[in-house]
């Protein structure tokens, strides 16, 4: 039964039983999740179960997306293993509160409309990168340390015994929706797998053998470093990069969660959220994090679409951090190292492959070289920007070349060039080289009808062209400019000259 009182929202309607039961699913999923992928980055478990939970909170009470989850996500601690690894736990911190405060900066100034420059194939390298970091990173779980440090792999029956649970993880996670999809299939393969090496006495690695995740509430912390200039230069990159990484992720999921529920989310409220929930990981011992495409999409399913069940996935993560450690701490790690898994495969764009040959060379390219430095570098942030950067040549070389002119004389002896294409930087040489201002007449018309002025170097082409005429004792006119052209142009009068033929009953723009 639907009640019409609802969290935050008193004109929407919530359907308190779907709520709850989607914040506890949601809650067993992002629990092995987040010890996962702190585990990977070398740290404590609890501190991604505190990240889980600060992370989800603070995103469900003030984000712009009910029904979207947030947590100790993959994507962000990747690019931060590297300073984990040379500088410690307490830069990490400093470095998601800075990380916090970037994105809060982006919601205030409005930014977030621009993930909508992000072009597909880069999406598609982005993920698939992650998806093959995800996945290696889960191999080092076969690994072990001896008592003289040294790092080797698994040996004998050791490594069967590893092998053989995290295969029968990876086959209950992709079996067991087949069967019924009322309980996550992530869950279900944890606990059959704890119960088999609890109930057959198996002697197998468990979260126990990585640290303790037996905790209190978290508790304010400044990090513990020096306050300096060379502390920001250590911090600042890494925090760019995270800042990024976990907008451009939670601003995607919104997007999803936009097309599936037919709602229309606010990307810059969700980006204020996700930096209040970065600053308080910092400050109370988090790892940080943004929105997981995962448990959203488990929420949804479940039938949440309000704000209730993501305070009911945070607050069970409480619990289970304040009650439930010795339970957690017997799990086995090839349970998570096979959820793991699975989540790389899942995350992994097949559908990229599937289509390679009906894409174009240049979003071919794009996807593989995102995917590349994703996987290279450990730089998520620079991969997408690289293939941004990439898309956006390509996009000006291929309307560079479209650019033409129809030439034509009237009765009078004028000359006309109906110019069909934007004129920008990188149209301006084809643009100019279609001129002929030795043997045109006195008076020539440049016609954009059909054409834009764009940028500073279309106007200082026009500039450069008017000149060319009047050297040779001739007139250029611009006709059928569209008015954002016009004020342009009038801007930039000072500096350049050009003639506007006026034109008052044609606009390309009316005015509204």
């Known amino acids: 039964m639907k009640n019409t009182t609802a969290l935050f929202d008193f004109s929407q309607k919530i359907n308190f039983k779907n709520e709850l039961l989607a914040g506890f699913t949601v809650a067993m999923t992002m629990i092995p999740e987040s010890l996962s992928f702190a585990i990977l980055a070398g740290l404590s478990p609890l501190t991604g179960l505190y990240a889980a939970f600060m992370m989800g909170l603070v995103t469900a009470v003030f984000g712009g997306r009910p029904g979207m989850v947030s947590g100790g996500a993959g994507a962000t601690i990747v690019v931060l293993i590297a300073l984990i690894k040379s500088h410690g736990v307490e830069y990490l911190f400093a470095t998601v509160v800075l990380a916090g405060i970037f994105q809060l900066m982006v919601g205030i100034f409005k930014w977030g409309k621009f993930v909508r420059l992000i072009p597909q194939p880069v999406m598609y390298g982005f993920l698939n990168g992650l998806a093959v970091i995800i996945f290696m990173a889960q191999v080092e779980q076969f690994k072990t340390v001896n008592e003289n440090g040294i790092t080797g792999w698994l040996q004998g029956t050791a490594l069967y015994v590893m092998l053989g649970l995290t295969l029968l993880t990876v086959a209950i996670v992709y079996f067991f929706p087949k069967i019924t999809k009322v309980v996550p299939a992530s869950l279900v393969a944890i606990l059959i797998v704890f119960g088999i090496v609890i109930g057959f006495g198996i002697h197998t690695k468990t979260v126990a053998d990585i640290a303790s995740i037996s905790g209190t509430l978290p508790h304010f912390h400044i990090p513990d470093l020096p306050f300096s200039l060379e502390t920001l230069q250590i911090i600042f990159p890494y925090a760019l990069v995270m800042a990024g990484v976990g907008l451009i992720e939670s601003l995607l999921t919104l997007s999803m969660v936009d097309e599936i529920t037919n709602t229309k989310g606010n990307a810059n409220k969700e980006s204020v959220a996700q930096g209040l929930a970065n600053m308080t990981n910092g400050f109370f011992g988090g790892m940080g994090g943004c929105a997981m495409v995962a448990q959203t999409l488990v929420n949804l399913n479940a039938g949440s679409r309000a704000r209730l069940s993501g305070i009911i996935a945070s607050v069970t993560i409480l619990i289970i951090i304040l009650v439930g450690a010795p339970f957690i701490e017997k799990i086995p790690m090839a349970a998570l190292v096979g959820v793991m898994m699975m989540v790389a495969i899942s995350t992994f764009q097949w559908v990229s492959i599937r289509i390679v040959n009906k894409m174009p060379k240049s979003d071919i390219f794009v996807g593989i070289t ?43 002896g004028i000359k006309y060039y109906q110019i069909f294409g934007p004129l920008f930087f990188g149209s301006v040489t084809t643009f100019i080289d279609k001129f002929d201002p030795v043997n045109d007449p006195d008076q020539v018309v440049i016609d954009f009808r059909e054409s834009r002025i764009v940028d500073m170097s279309a106007i200082d082409a026009l500039d450069k062209l008017s000149k060319k005429y009047a050297e040779q004792q001739k007139t250029l006119h611009l006709k059928h400019l569209s008015e954002d052209c016009r004020k342009m142009l009038k801007n930039a009068e000072a500096v350049i000259e050009v003639n506007i033929q006026d034109d008052p009953t044609y606009k390309v723009m009316p005015g509204k």
């Open 370 to 412: 995102v995917a590349l430095i994703t996987i290279i570098l450990h730089n998520l942030a620079l991969a997408v920007l690289v293939g941004v950067v990439i898309s956006a040549l390509v996009f000006a070389w291929d309307n560079a070349r479209r650019i033409r002119a129809r030439k034509y004389t009237d009765e009078n």
